[in-house]
C-alpha cells in the first residue's frame, strides 16, 4: 500500500516510540520529500524513513 500512485506523500504517516520515555512521534512521509519515481516501499524496508519495519519482541520492555 506504500504506493504514491495510491497515496500523496502528506498523507501516508509513520509512528516511531521511544520505548525509554514512552512517548510516540508521528510524522508525514512529506518530510522526507522523497521523489515522485521513488519506490516508497522499499525505501521504507530499508528504513529510509525512520519507522521501525520490523519489530524485534526482544527489545520490547514489557
Same mark, same amino acid.
Given at each position: @500500500?506504500?504506493? +504514491?500512485?495510491?497515496? &500523496? &506523500? $502528506?498523507? %501516508?504517516?509513520?509512528?516511531?516510540?521511544? /520505548?525509554?520515555?514512552?512517548?510516540? $512521534? +508521528?510524522?508525514?512521509?512529506? *518530510? =522526507?520529500?522523497? &521523489?515522485?519515481? *521513488? /519506490? %516508497?516501499?522499499?525505501?521504507? +524496508?530499508?528504513? &529510509?524513513?525512520?519507522? @521501525?519495519? =520490523?519489530? /524485534? +519482541?526482544? $527489545? %520490547? *520492555?514489557?
Amino acid at each position: @500500500m506504500l504506493d +504514491l500512485n495510491l497515496f &500523496r &506523500r $502528506d498523507q %501516508i504517516y509513520s509512528v516511531e516510540k521511544n /520505548n525509554k520515555t514512552g512517548v510516540s $512521534d +508521528l510524522y508525514s512521509l512529506d *518530510e =522526507f520529500s522523497p &521523489r515522485k519515481s *521513488e /519506490n %516508497i516501499q522499499k525505501g521504507y +524496508l530499508q528504513g &529510509r524513513y525512520g519507522a @521501525m519495519p =520490523f519489530v /524485534n +519482541l526482544k $527489545d %520490547i *520492555e514489557w
